[in-house]
Every structure is written in C-alpha cells, then in structure tokens.
C-alpha cells in the first residue's frame, strides 16, 4: 500500500517540478498538457464528439482527469514494483518520461527546451520513489517483499513515511500552481505583445500648444508613473484568445462580443485624466493618457437598456464591481471601452485586455479594468464593491487643484519663482485658477491652454519671493462658476474637499 503511494507520490513530484520547469520553456511544454494536445489531434472524431456529447464545455477537464487516473494507477504499480525491482520501475519511469517529451517537441513551435519538463520531471520522480522506497523497505514485512534481506525490516516507519510524502506532495503542488502562475503571465505577456491595436476611425484630436508647463508634472502620463489602485492581490492575467464581454441584465438585447469583434468596431483616441477618490487633496492618485477605445453609449444602444434600468454595473475577471449611472454612459460623453493607453496595449496592471474609462467620474464608480462583464440593473438593486465598504454609489469628479512646484518644505533664494501645478474638473472643465500667498488676495495664476474639458489643466504664476517663510495656496473654479471649498473633507465617502498648500523658506 506505502509503496503504492509512494509512486504516486513521485508521479505528482514529477507533475509539479515539470509545471514550474514550464513556465520557462512554455506553457504548452508541460507534460501533462502536451499528451493531451497530442490525443485531442488524434483522437478518432467519434470519440472526440463522444467526449464533447457527455462532458460539453468541460471536456478538456475531463481528459486531464482520465490522463491524471491512468498516470495516477501506472505510478502506482511502478511504486510496487519499485520494492521489489528497482531497475525495470526506473525504466517504466524513464519511458513516462520519453512519452512527455516526444509528445511536447511534437507540438506546433516547440524548441529542443520542450524536452525539459519532461525529462526533469521524470529525474525528480525517480529521486522521490528511491527516497520513499528505502523509507518502505526499512519497515516492509517479509510477506511485502520477498528475498528482501531481513536487515532491511528494521524498525517501523511509518510516520516517517507519511510526514516525508505529505511534504513531497504539497511541495510539489506549490511547484504545479507556481509554475502554471508564471507560465499564464508569460502567455499573456505574449498575447500582449501581439496585439496589434486598429487604427481611430477619426484623427486624434490636435492638443493645443503649451498645455505643458514647466515645472508641472508631464501633462501626459507615461504609463510606467501612472498610478495605480485595485483590489488584485495578483493582477488577473486575461487571455485575449478566451476573453468576452457580456452586456446583460435589464436589456432588451443581450450581447456578448469577442476580442476580434471588439477591435473591429469604431475606435477613438481621447485623452482622458482618470482620477482616484482616495487622492488626498495635494496627492498624486491622478493622472492624464491618451486612451484607444471604443464609445460605449453605442454598445449600449445596440443592448437596448429597459426603462428603469439606471445602474451600469461593470464586473471584472477577478469579480470586481463598479456601478455607473447609464445616463452618464449614454450622453455623448467620451465613455469608452478602452483597449488602448498612450499607443500601446493597456498594461496588464491597468486593465489589459479591456477596461472603461468615463470622463468625469473617479476610477471607482466608472474605470473597471480587466472588465468581462457589463450588467444592466438599477442603485435600489445592487451595490457595486465599495458601496457597502462606505464609499458613495455615485461619484463624480470634485473640482480640485494642485501645487506642483516649489515642493512643501523646500527653500530657495529670493526673486522671482514660477509657482505651478495643474487643476482638474473633468467633463466640466477648468474656468479660473487662483493662488494666494500668506494671507494675502487671491491672484489669478496664468491657465494653460484645455485639450477638452475631460483632461487637466496646468497653471502657473510668477511669485516675486522675499526673505521668510510663507505659504502658498491654490483653488480653482470650474465652468460651472463653482469654486472649491476651503473646507478640509477626507477622501470617503465620496471624495476629498479643502484647498492645496505649500510651505516655502525663501532665504
Ligand atoms: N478590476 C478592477 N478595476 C478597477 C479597480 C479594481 O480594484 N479592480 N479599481 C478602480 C479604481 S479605485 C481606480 S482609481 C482605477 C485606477 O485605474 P489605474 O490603476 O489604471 O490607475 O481603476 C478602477 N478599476
Ligand atoms: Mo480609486
């Protein structure tokens, strides 16, 4: 019975050292799935459309189920026969471990690498079942093993045994899931990497001039400094090849579209600054990309939404929610899907393949990245993520401004500075900005030139600075006439309030 674990044991040791030894040499190198690639293509069709008649969609499961029970039995008996025989079990061994590997060089594009997992797996196998074996001899009865000398009986081990082949299997299950992790990383890595994005029906709309001020941060945000916020602890890793998107609940016409069929309809490139209800007031939770998608509101339209259904709730592959008023989605503004950030794919930590942005609401009511499904419902029906964790259901962007240069706490001579920063109210855009030094009137700072009213604005004013230490702050206005509130607010429920300032020693 030990001896028959004990193979079975080895076999999964094998499994586990070829999973993680696969995630360098390809996913499809693994053992396990390379067999099953080669029966799936040679597999008479009677009996392929047989498994797909009994198991439908989970046929593949199947077949790694029935290929896990074979191995499972034949690492068994090469266990028993391991106590007795050593050298006709190692051959059995090497012989799974030449199937793996031919059946892996065999496979479209594989490299002489494929050979590893295999051939690994199987060196790691014979190295446990030998382990385990001496392990079952020491306390074999003459009845399990004949001819096996009596020294070899000695005193009972079995805790031993089972303690050594417990952590032999969890071992090799963490290698299994590592290696399987990494190798889905790589594959999408890949996929990434492949994409070619379609071009914009339309030219990208010409960004004025000057929207740059020195001394603000860049006005677009490289991707690699745009700040990130999500609740992943492992960024999912969606596949393009398998990824849809579902557009269902209270419509008249559901929809479901491929990848393909995302990147055939209409396209836009619309910068569009995405903002994060928990930037603190002076904080850098925002920022500003030149975003490829396509407008939702059509989507929407073609799922033709029930009267009433006033939630759109956006749901990811790792089962995050947002929820957005379908008005906002449905009124012209640039709500896309995006597929798209600043010329390249999204990055997987921002959304790849898909994720929406909507100017004017915060990222946690309206960006959903890694987005797989799209649900008509209403606010009385569901709450999206945050909203029972205390955050607001609806969130438009608040008006806000920021102080970019000089940095607080700094000092510098006196004379002229350039005070500058930059200053949001997306999709109503910035009308004024103004600063005020120590307690002095509020000065209007210059306005760079607005791209549109979704993305930020940067401002600067010339601050003749004399000796001492004084502090700058800056409010702006938006066009609807509003201006800021002094009044310090955290960032819940639903965004922070208060005025941006800097303490400067002029010297
Ligand atoms: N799937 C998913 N999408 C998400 C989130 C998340 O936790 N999971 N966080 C949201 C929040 S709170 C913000 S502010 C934006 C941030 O987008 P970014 O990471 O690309 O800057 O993504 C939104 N989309
Ligand atoms: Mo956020």
Redesign the pocket.
């Known amino acids: 019975m030990r001896a028959g674990l004990a193979g079975v044991v080895a076999a999964g040791a094998a499994l586990g050292a070829a999973e993680l030894v696969a995630a360098g040499t390809g996913p499809a190198s693994g053992p396990l799935v390379a067999v099953g690639g080669v029966v799936i293509d040679h597999v008479p069709v009677a009996v392929k459309d047989f498994g797909i008649r009994v198991f439908g969609v989970h046929d593949k499961t199947a077949l790694i189920i029935g290929t896990l029970v074979l191995l499972g039995l034949y690492a068994y008996g090469l266990g028993v026969l391991a106590l007795r025989r050593w050298v006709p079990a190692v051959a059995g061994i090497a012989l799974f471990g030449l199937l793996g590997a031919a059946a892996a060089v065999s496979r479209e594009g594989a490299g002489p690498a494929a050979v590893l997992p295999s051939v690994l797996g199987a060196a790691v196998a014979a190295a446990v079942l030998r382990y385990l074996r001496c392990l079952c001899l020491r306390d074999a009865t003459p009845s399990d093993v004949a001819g096996v000398r009596d020294s070899s009986y000695a005193v009972g081990n079995r805790r031993r045994f089972l303690r050594d082949a417990g952590f032999v299997a969890l071992a090799a299950a963490g290698a299994g899931v590592t290696g399987r992790m990494i190798g889905s990383r790589r594959a999408v890595d890949v996929a990434r990497q492949s994409v070619a994005l379609p071009a914009p029906i339309e030219p990208t709309p010409v960004v004025p001039g000057g929207v740059q001020v020195p001394g603000a941060v860049p006005w677009v945000t490289p991707n690699r400094d745009f700040y990130r916020?999500d609740t992943a602890l492992v960024t999912p890793r969606v596949d393009p090849a398998t990824w849809r998107l579902r557009i269902h609940g209270m419509v008249r016409n559901p929809i479901e579209i491929t990848w393909d069929e995302l990147l055939r309809r209409p396209m836009v490139e619309r910068h569009v600054t995405l903002a994060?209800?928990?930037n603190e007031v002076g904080g850098d939770?925002i920022g500003n990309a030149l975003w490829l998608g396509t407008p939702i509101k059509a989507l929407l339209d073609e799922a033709d939404p029930l009267p009433g259904a006033d939630q759109v709730v956006q749901r990811s592959a790792d089962g995050w929610t947002c929820g957005a008023p379908t008005a906002v989605l449905r009124d012209g503004r640039d709500a896309l899907l995006a597929v798209g950030m600043n010329g390249e794919p999204l990055p997987v930590a921002h959304g790849f393949p898909a994720r929406m942005i909507v100017p004017g609401l915060?990222?946690?009511v309206s960006a959903c990245k890694w987005i797989t499904e799209i649900e008509l419902t209403t606010f009385a029906g569901f709450d999206a993520y945050w909203v029972p964790r205390g955050w607001s259901a609806q969130a438009p962007v608040k008006t806000q401004s920021r102080i970019d240069t000089p940095r607080d706490g700094s000092s510098r001579p006196a004379g002229p500075v350039t005070v500058a920063g930059v200053a949001w109210a997306q999709h109503r855009g910035i009308d004024r900005v103004e600063v005020q030094v120590d307690d002095g009137a509020w000065q209007p700072a210059s306005l760079a030139p607005a791209a549109s009213a979704d993305t930020w604005r940067q401002w600067s004013l010339s601050w003749p600075a004399t000796p001492g230490r004084h502090t700058l702050r800056v409010r702006a206005t938006d066009t609807d006439g509003v201006t800021q509130i002094a009044n310090q607010a955290p960032p819940a429920p639903d965004g922070a309030t208060g005025w941006h300032q800097v303490e400067v020693d002029v010297e």
């Open positions: 916020i994060c209800v928990s939770l915060y990222g946690y």
